[in-house]
């Protein structure tokens, strides 16, 4: 059975951090793409971040560049995302994504994770 189970969120004041994980099981981890997605109250889930555990690659969205970083440990099957410097509007629930091989530009990925709160107050 495929399991992406997310960790780690909860309640930062703004420029604060938080660390998500996403637990994979199930599936090859070593060949998938691991992706962060977010979806605020009455807007469209955007994608947050991507890792791919076969080349290594990672891509960001504009908004997080410079603050969110995805990294993943094989040995754990483990991808996280470190968000530093919160801001309020990096509030939303956060869904982890995996995906055979390379990363995607888009919402088409294989499996899901329930998600996790993610709030930063100003």
């Known amino acids: 059975e495929v399991q992406l189970v997310e960790s780690g969120g909860g309640l930062v004041q703004a420029g604060g951090s938080l660390r998500l994980s996403c637990a994979a099981s199930?599936?090859?981890?070593?060949?998938?793409?691991i992706a962060w997605f977010r979806q605020a109250p009455g807007k469209k889930r955007e994608g947050v971040s991507c890792i791919s555990n076969r080349d290594g690659s990672t891509f960001y969205a504009d908004s997080v560049k410079g603050r969110f970083t995805s990294s993943s440990n094989n040995a754990k099957n483990t991808v996280y995302l470190q968000m530093n410097s919160l801001k309020p509007e990096d509030t939303a629930v956060y869904y982890c994504a995996a995906v055979g091989g390379l990363c995607l530009f888009g919402p088409n990925y294989d499996y899901w994770g329930q998600g996790t709160q993610v709030t930063v107050s100003s």
């Open positions: 199930g599936f090859a981890f070593d060949d998938y793409a």
